[in-house]
């Protein structure tokens, strides 16, 4: 009997050793709308082909006009969007944590058509656009939920925007 307690003990103290530990950042990843519907091992991998980046409170995150090589996810803080002309700047949109943005680099290689700056120290999880669409060439039905799912998301954005104008 001793010697089963001590082989159970032995053996949860490897299994804890060698058992996959969740990083939170991950969870908070899974609780986005853009990749709620994905599995834990889809979320793993989206984790390690991504790069966390954090800001300090009003911090340019990029500006109109500059080349858009890939989307954010924003694990924590907020983030405002916003037009720049020469004389002042007009907000466009203000997003939170779990929402996404710079989404428009996934579909097409363009010049961002706004500005972002953080609002509050802010980390956010950046995807390159090739890296993600190397990994849905890989994966061509997680890829077409993820794209059909970021369109819903675009479509729906898209009317609130229009009913504001």
């Known amino acids: 009997m001793w010697a089963c307690s001590i082989l159970l ?7 804890n050793i ?6 939170p950042l991950t969870s908070i990843l899974r609780n986005t709308e853009l990749f709620s519907h994905l ?3 889809d979320i793993e991998r989206l984790f390690q082909i991504g790069h966390v980046r954090q800001y300090d409170s009003n911090e ?3 500006n109109q ?15 405002e969007i916003f037009w ?17 943005f710079g989404e428009l680099s996934l579909v097409a ?22 890296d993600l669409r190397n990994y ?14 970021m369109l819903s998301i675009m479509s729906k954005r898209l009317e609130i925007l229009g009913s504001e104008v």
Not at 18 to 23: H, P, S
Request: glycine residues 8%.
């Open 9 to 15: 003990m032995k053996r949860g103290l490897w299994m």
């Open 18 to 23: 060698f058992a996959k530990k969740k990083t």
């Open 39 to 41: 599995k834990n091992k």
């Open 60 to 62: 340019i995150i990029f």
């Open 65 to 79: 006009g500059e080349p858009s090589f890939g989307t954010y996810v924003i694990l924590e803080g907020s983030v």
């Open 84 to 100: 720049k002309n020469k004389k002042s700047e007009e907000h466009i949109s203000s997003f939170d944590s779990g929402e996404f």
């Open 109 to 130: 290689n363009n010049k961002r058509t706004a500005s972002a700056r953080s609002v509050g120290n802010t980390t956010l999880f950046y995807i390159y656009s090739k």
């Open 136 to 149: 849905f060439l890989r994966n061509p039905l997680l890829g077409m939920s993820v794209y059909e799912k």
